[in-house]
């Protein structure tokens, strides 16, 4: 099992989308998951953190980007444990950071026990309609994409590199040795998406709303939180795939 290096998946002058890396073997432990930090110069926002057994991991390689300290922003898609699970660490070791997340799950946070009370007032609701904001001087976008799977759900986008950050849509779940951190051919790599999109997603009616809203955006990389990145011709494969994929959740309850 290997542990791969940070890679910079988007560089524009100062801007940078960044892979945060991986250890093969957390596969034994729990769900493989992606971190991904945005840099504008010398500011960061890191997208779904993580659980509480990457902390670590995810600590020491974004150091190399950026200082700590410096991090504006920690951004959360939804509620679940491999994205929330060590907030208490990232406020405590961020404390310039803010928390963006849902307005339905913020007033689920403080049960995680904060080590400082006061680390609420850091939390920024996202109201249901999606919202922008910035690092530095650059725009990000967080779009709804509810029901994708939580009730409250956002991914991001990122106006300057086109990178979309699509939580747990796209996600892939591999057999052990399987795992690349880029989509090599996307025929083959439908096998270990299929089954987290069929389960995991409760309606395609959900899932309609959302294909509407992301075709109008001019997307270059769409970056999961689980399983490998689309990029070039497999963005539209993907698009497609999701467009054709006829029944998931309650769609196939007996
Ligand atoms: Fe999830
Ligand atoms: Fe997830």
């Known amino acids: 099992m290997k542990i791969h290096k940070p890679y910079v998946i988007h560089e524009d002058r100062d801007h940078k989308f960044v892979w945060l890396g991986l250890d093969e073997s957390d596969y034994e432990r729990g769900v493989l998951t992606n971190q991904y930090l945005i840099v504008d110069g010398d500011k960061g926002i890191l997208l779904d953190p993580g659980g509480y057994f990457v902390f670590e991991r995810v600590f020491k390689n974004l150091k190399d980007f950026v200082k700590p300290e410096n991090i504006v922003g920690l951004f959360y ?3 679940d444990p491999d994205v929330i ?3 208490n660490l990232w406020l405590d070791t961020c404390p310039n950071a803010k928390v963006y997340i849902s ?5 689920f946070i403080p049960h995680l026990g904060m080590s400082d009370p006061s680390s609420s007032e850091r939390i920024v609701k996202i109201p249901d309609r999606g919202m922008e904001f910035k690092i530095e001087k650059n725009q990000v976008r ?5 029901f994708l799977h939580s009730e409250g759900n956002f991914h991001l986008y990122d106006v300057k590199s086109k990178v979309y950050f699509s939580g ?3 996600a892939a779940i591999f057999p052990k040795g399987k795992w690349s951190l880029y989509v090599q051919n996307f025929d083959e790599h439908v096998k270990y998406m299929e089954w987290f999109h069929r389960r995991y997603l409760p ?3 959900a899932l309609d709303v959302w294909l509407k ?3 109008e955006l001019d997307i270059k990389i769409i970056a999961p939180q689980h399983g490998s990145i689309f990029e070039g011709d497999n963005v539209k494969k993907f698009i497609n795939w999701l467009d054709k994929l006829d029944k998931v959740g309650i769609d196939l309850m007996e």
């Open 103 to 107: 307005e339905i799950w913020e007033r």
């Open 77 to 79: 898609s939804h509620q």
């Open 85 to 87: 699970g060590a907030m």
């Open 213 to 215: 809203r992301v075709k």
């Open 168 to 170: 747990d849509i796209g």
């Open 142 to 146: 967080a779009v709804p994409a509810h």
């Open 203 to 205: 309606t395609r009616k």
